[in-house]
């Protein structure tokens, strides 16, 4: 796995300002603590480059990058402390050509048509969208995507992103990933308050998968059975029954297979923002998914069971 799909996995790219490198270990710490190995340590103090080499050592299972990089020199510096990929506030050549040719990961901020051609130009198709609450947000990287979408464009969007607006970014198909100091906070780190980020980290993640109950499904042994049971949803609460070829629905949220699929009893859906980043995260948590049951619209994943049974029902996710 390369760093950007990493990092789109994470969905989420901490700009963490460390002002005591001794700190960037418990900082590093409680970032995983919540379920996240990505970080960017910005160079926007003097120990940020001591502050990669600490935790490339100390946390080895973090995923490091280089932030606020200004300069080729402080690019070379980062790269040489340990850095795995880089991030500067806009767009600079010698910097970006330097990590192409060494094949360090680079997304230089990009917020016009022209300095995404350029990042086009030099092989890059995920660029940093930034302050992105200044440039436009949203509406603005749907309007660059437009264009762009052939080319693979994607941004990652920080500046004014927060757990109260995250969700309006969390299901969008051209953003890899939101990044934002209000994930790993420098108050917070500064006062040794790291229970406080990994608090902040878990919300963050459980507002971008989104999760939601989509249906629950109802095995039973024969279409008539199943039209039956539907039936009896019909005439009681008025829900619309809906016949299909494997199940029929009573209402969008009961679905009544016509013969028994997976769980003892049958299953419940899960609708997520991104099934891939999901899987990510639950498989973090313990769960495996059943590679079997995947299903796919062109090359994007749309449902998947997880191997685990919930209560006698297996679980499978949707995507929104």
């Known amino acids: 796995m390369d760093v950007l799909e990493r990092i789109g996995l994470a969905g989420l790219v901490p700009v963490v300002v460390i002002e005591n490198a001794e700190d960037a270990i ?3 710490r409680a970032l995983l603590e919540a379920g996240l190995d990505v970080m960017e340590i910005t160079m926007r103090t003097d120990a940020g480059i001591q502050a990669i080499k600490n935790v490339r050592s100390a946390v080895p299972e973090m ?27 806009g767009f600079d050549a010698k910097i970006v050509r330097w990590c192409v040719e060494q094949k360090i990961a680079v997304t230089p901020g990009c917020v016009t048509p022209t300095e ?4 086009l130009v030099e092989g890059l198709k995920t660029v940093k969208f930034f302050p992105s609450d200044v440039y436009g947000g949203v509406k603005a990287m749907s309007a660059l995507y437009g264009p762009f979408k052939s080319a693979g464009v994607r941004f990652i969007p920080t500046g004014g992103v927060n757990n109260d607006n995250l969700a309006e970014y969390a299901d969008k198909p051209f953003i890899c990933a939101v990044g934002g100091g209000w994930l790993c906070k420098t108050a917070d780190i500064n ?8 608090e902040a980290v878990r919300k963050a993640i459980d ?21 039956e049971v539907c039936d ?9 029954l809906k016949e299909g070829n494997s199940s029929n629905f009573a209402g969008p949220s009961i679905e009544v297979l016509k013969s028994k699929y997976l769980g003892a009893m049958g299953h419940i859906a899960i609708k997520t923002n ?8 639950l498989t973090k948590r313990g769960y495996k998914v ?28 949707l995507q929104k």
């Open 26 to 28: 418990p900082a590093a």
């Open 63 to 89: 995923l490091v990058g280089a932030g606020t990089v200004l300069t080729l020199d402080k690019c070379k510096e980062s790269v040489d402390a340990g850095a795995q990929f880089i991030v500067s506030p």
């Open 116 to 119: 995404i051609q350029q990042a």
């Open 191 to 198: 006062n040794k308050n790291f229970a406080a980020i990994t």
């Open 207 to 227: 507002i971008l998968l989104g999760f939601e109950v989509a249906h629950i499904g109802i095995n039973m042994e024969t279409p008539e059975e199943s039209l």
């Open 232 to 240: 009896q949803f019909s005439k009681s609460f008025s829900f619309p």
């Open 274 to 281: 991104n099934i891939n980043r999901a899987v990510h995260y």
């Open 290 to 317: 059943d590679m079997d049951t995947a299903k796919h619209k062109g090359s994007v994943l749309t449902a998947i069971y997880l191997k685990d049974q919930f209560g006698g029902f297996a679980v499978h996710l």
